[in-house]
């Protein structure tokens, strides 16, 4: 199983990023998938997530209107666009990949969790 993310770098504040996570070693549309961040002596926070069909995402309340994610299950890849970028931001964000409990042919299968090695993306002048 693997999560690949890119797309972090450099950005001054009001611009923007698109960040790309590609999965690869599980069945992707059978996942929600999500973005978390991690900045500097802070928790890790949930950003953005995508249900596993791609219906419905939800957002952190203090992000909506300014992050987008959106998912393209042909090419396994997950996207989390970002506009007006804030110092605030600055982060490593994590691609996470998460499936719950669910009945096979061959019985339960347990809850499944994956995470990506992060991609940092800092906003400064």
């Known amino acids: 199983v693997q999560l690949v993310e890119s797309g972090g770098g450099l950005v001054q504040p009001g611009g923007s990023l698109r960040l790309s996570c590609a999965a690869s070693?599980?069945?992707?549309?059978?996942?929600?998938m999500s973005w978390y961040r991690q900045a500097p002596g802070k928790e890790r926070e949930v950003v953005a997530t995508?249900?596993?069909?791609?219906?419905?995402?939800n957002y952190a309340d203090s992000l909506k209107g300014r992050f987008t994610i959106s998912r393209d299950n042909s090419k396994n890849t997950v996207y989390l666009q970002m506009n007006s970028l804030q110092p605030e931001d600055t982060a490593v964000y994590y691609c996470?990949?998460?499936?719950?409990?669910?009945?096979?042919?061959?019985?339960?299968?347990?809850?499944?969790?994956?995470w990506g090695q992060g991609t940092q993306v800092t906003v400064s002048s």
């Open positions: 996470n990949a998460k499936r719950t409990a669910y009945w096979s042919g061959s019985g339960l299968v347990g809850p499944k969790e994956y």
């Open positions: 070693g599980f069945t992707f549309s059978s996942y929600a």
């Open positions: 995508s249900t596993s069909g791609g219906g419905r995402t």
